[in-house]
């Protein structure tokens, strides 16, 4: 007799089966495309599979008994989709977030049946990611004709579940973290059933799935559940659990009817309903759930933001919720495992909960600051571990994920690894696959150097790089990769330790070949020898072909390579070279240019395929000089000196974004004309003009004059400069001048002048005063040498006693010789302060001036009088 009990896991494998299965064959149309990308300074390109992958859908599990023995029946239906993929890895099968102990007999086995045809790649790929799930290595039985069976033997080794919730995955790891709500698909499917062959003692779920496709008369019927303790962490051959009836009553076909209060009782526990059924439900949408009267936790984690800047903070808030019908009491909440890439860590990490009753929640927060370096930060789960019945039960959150951002607009993750090779390897095995980078920003990024592979630039989006190195450890379900990230943003260079890359494929077809180019430049003025290392990964008989194409003014001399029509080519037959195929030539620069070497682009072919790899070494700077007008060896403090920077681009092709930059000590710069142009054509010249003024006395000094420009995509650079020179003052001039005088008196200013150098010689003073001003003797214009001893001298000058009032006058010229060349301190930037004085009214001398010439007229009147007296 055979009865087919309907069990409590609707969608118990729905998402861990749902990992692309990139090895398949399907139906349908499929197509190969041409992928290119760049890996260091190299162009390589392969062809690329884009056939649709099959995905897993649709999971129902039951329970049959036959001849003592039971079977657990998993039926799924495998569906082609395209282009949805999900590519997670799992560590275990993951449920609800309780966890669940099952042991499994010696000598059983868990067997996949396919009942009807379906491609032997569907077949393998199916069991290959079962084998994943369960952590079970399944070998093939047969795989002919319409059935194909594989089969995974079972041991006593504890299996440790979760519990999932519907359609809600939610998927644990150490790099992977993600919820999504699945749609079945039942078009296109191959049906397929897992029969797991038990001698006893099994655990199940509570939850059973809906009965869609059955009917009932009007009756009573005992639906037989298998019910599992959660928290049996050992079972014994022959235990039975699964004696429990449930009665329900079928009003009407199709029509459901539970009595409230319903409770089971098991082993001690009391198991009561979640939901009570009414008259009228159809039982095609009745969803049974016994809720067991005792403590079931869930864990969940979450952070504050996903994406953060390199060194910000991150707050972790992970909440611990009693989903179950009885009291947990003194909860254990912490973290078991930290990660690479964490800073620092402030707040609650550890919390011991004493009391968390049904339905309650509580919380524990904590910050976590991202190191500088840190690319890619997988926050593993947080654990809860409470006493229930005297075992102790331990519950897990999912993991987080969290990008860290340089800046704010770009972001370098390291995504995924393809075309790993061993599939299984150990550690210290010499492993290869294809790393692929993000750029997830909005500018592009420059000189991206990931372990020694180097990217000169990549655009938001991605690139596929291959990679070499050591396992350095291994886990049940992935091998830890890690690498180190560089790369420039502007003039900003960054440092970033990427994450830890789960292994989330096996390879679809056998590696293709490999080629690695070296190209080493040697040589000065306009001859140089190429040598081109070349090293071949080929299986068997393969073909290696190097060529070379000459640009520029570059002409290939003489070497390993025969050359038509500016192509260089040279070809290897046979299986692979010991050793490097190290091949040379000769090249020769047009007189006074630059150019760049041959390009070399190298091809190996064998029986797998074949890889190309495109070489552009580094361009010759021949002809790409800075010339800097030379300073005087000594210079005057304050005074400006006109100078300029020549670039001159000898060669043909012209050079890009060319930006000047000047470096000086003790010398400001102003008024600097052209210091950047986007373009500098072959065969020209661009100045930039600038005034250099000396700040201090002493050493000072134009340092380098830098050209940076970029020439056939390289960014490089020529300079010149180390101009220093001496700064000295020259003259210092003080001005003493009387600030009142009386009327008639004479104005004398005394100018003092001290030097700081010998080298300064034939001071003079030059002073033109305004009419009618005028010196002592007449004269309105002087010229006057001052005769210096011990570093100082002085000389003196007399205004003549001009009239009454206030006098601003222009201050004298000082000039002096140096270096046989005559300065004014006006040059330097000195300026003397203005001459002022004020000339007061001399009264007395006006009063009697004023009484002479009264006098003098009374004389004059007394003369008249007489003389008309007299005659």
């Known amino acids: 007799m055979r009865r087919v009990l309907a069990l409590a896991l609707l969608a118990l494998l729905a998402a861990s089966l749902a990992l692309p299965l990139q090895h398949c064959s399907c139906a349908g149309e499929s197509e190969e495309r041409a992928e290119i990308y760049v890996a260091g300074s190299c162009i390589m390109w392969r062809l690329v599979s884009t056939k649709p992958p099959v995905t897993i859908d649709s999971v129902d599990w039951g329970l049959a008994e036959e001849a003592g023995v039971r079977e657990v029946i998993l039926s799924f239906s495998v569906v082609r989709r395209w282009p949805r993929i999900y590519s997670y890895m799992l560590e275990g099968v993951v449920f609800d977030g309780t966890g669940i102990g099952v042991v499994e007999k010696d000598a059983a086995r868990l067997e996949i049946v396919f009942e009807e045809w379906v491609d032997e790649g569907v077949a393998r790929a199916i069991a290959y990611n079962l084998s994943r799930a369960f952590h079970l290595r399944f070998t093939p039985a047969y795989t002919s004709g319409p059935r194909a069976v594989f089969y995974a033997p079972l041991n006593s080794t504890y299996h440790k579940t979760y519990i999932l919730r519907g359609l809600s995955w939610n998927y644990t790891g150490i790099f992977s973290s993600a919820s999504f709500e699945d749609t079945m698909t039942r078009a296109d499917y191959a049906r397929i059933v897992v029969r797991a062959r038990v001698g006893g003692g099994v655990s199940y779920s509570l939850e059973f799935s809906s009965i869609k496709h059955y009917s009932f008369p009007p009756g009573e019927y005992d639906f037989r559940l298998s019910i599992a303790l959660p928290y049996i962490s050992q ?54 759930r016994l809720m067991f009267a005792f403590p079931l936790l869930m864990v969940s984690k979450s952070v504050s933001a996903n994406t953060t800047l390199a060194g910000g903070n991150i707050t972790v808030r992970v909440r611990v919720s009693n989903l179950g019908g009885g009291e947990a009491r003194d909860i254990l909440v912490e973290e078991p495992e930290w990660w690479a890439g964490l800073g620092n860590v402030t707040g609650q990490i550890s919390r011991r909960i004493a009391l968390l009753r049904p339905g309650e929640t509580e919380e524990m927060v904590y910050v976590v600051t991202l190191a500088r370096n840190a690319s890619y930060i997988a926050i593993p789960p947080t654990r809860a571990i409470v006493n229930a019945s005297g075992l102790a039960v331990e519950f897990r959150s999912s993991a987080v994920n969290v990008h860290a951002v340089n800046g704010s607009v770009v972001s370098v993750v390291s995504a995924s690894v393809s075309e790993l090779s061993p599939t299984t390897p150990a550690a210290g095995d010499r492993i290869t696959y294809y790393l692929e980078v993000w750029n997830n920003g909005t500018r592009p990024i420059r000189e991206l150097s990931v372990d020694g592979v180097f990217v000169r630039e990549l655009r938001p989006g991605s690139v596929k790089l291959p990679m070499e190195r050591e396992a350095s450890s291994l886990r049940p379900s992935e091998i830890v990769i890690s690498h180190s990230l560089e790369y420039s943003i502007g003039g900003e260079r960054y440092s970033l330790e990427g994450p830890y890359v789960p292994v989330m494929y096996r390879l679809t077809r056998p590696l293709l070949p490999r080629v690695d180019v070296g190209v080493r430049v040697e040589g000065r003025g306009c001859e140089y020898n190429v040598t081109v290392a070349i090293l071949a990964n080929m299986t068997g008989e393969g073909t290696i072909a190097v060529r070379g194409i000459v640009l520029g003014n570059t002409s290939y001399v003489a070497g390993d390579f025969e050359e038509e029509n500016r192509t260089l080519a040279y070809v290897y037959r046979g299986t692979q070279p010991g050793g490097n195929l190290t091949l040379s030539m000769s090249i020769s620069l047009e007189n006074g240019t630059s150019s760049l070497p041959p390009l070399i682009t190298a091809s190996v072919r064998d029986r797998r395929g074949s890889m190309s790899m495109l070489v552009c070494p580094r361009p010759i700077l021949a002809d790409v000089r800075v010339d800097v007008a030379r300073l005087p060896d000594v210079l005057l403090k304050g005074l400006t000196y006109a100078l300029n920077v020549t670039i001159w681009n000898g060669d043909y092709l012209p050079l890009h974004n060319v930006t000047v930059t000047i470096s000086t000590s003790g010398i400001t710069v102003r008024n600097a004309t052209a210091l950047s142009v986007a373009e500098l054509a072959g065969r020209s010249e661009m100045r930039v003009v600038f005034n250099a003024t000396p700040t201090r006395t002493g050493s000072v000094s134009i340092s380098s004059v830098a050209a940076r420009f970029v020439y056939c995509g390289f960014q490089l650079s020529a300079s010149a400069g ?127 001036t004023y009484f002479g010439a009264m006098l003098a007229l009374a004389a004059v009147l007394t003369g008249y009088v007489r003389r008309r007296v007299g005659a």
């Open 235 to 288: 079972a014994r051959a022959g235990d039975d659990v699964d004696r429990t009836v449930v009665r329900v009553a079928i009003a009407d076909a199709l029509l459901l009817s539970i009595p409230p209060n319903m409770s089971v009782t098991l082993d001690g526990h009391t198991y009561v309903l979640e939901r009570v059924y009414g008259p009228g439900e159809q039982l095609k949408d009745a969803h049974i």
């Open 722 to 848: 180390g101009y220093s020179a001496a700064a000295i003052k020259g003259v210092a001039v003080r001005l003493s001048v009387p600030r009142s005088v009386v009327e008639g008196s004479e104005i004398p200013i005394e100018v003092v002048v001290a030097r700081d150098s010998p080298e300064v010689t034939d001071i003079a003073v030059k002073w033109a005063l305004p009419r009618p001003l005028t010196f002592t003797g007449g004269a309105s214009l002087v010229e006057v040498p001052i005769e210096i001893a011990d570093s100082k001298g002085s000389v003196r000058l007399v205004i003549s006693p001009p009239e009454p009032g206030r006098y601003s006058l222009e201050p004298p010229e000082v000039t002096f010789v140096f270096r046989g060349k005559r300065y004014s301190i006006r040059d330097l930037g000195v300026a003397l302060p203005r001459v002022e004085f004020e000339v007061r009214e001399n009264v007395v001398m006006r009063y009697w």
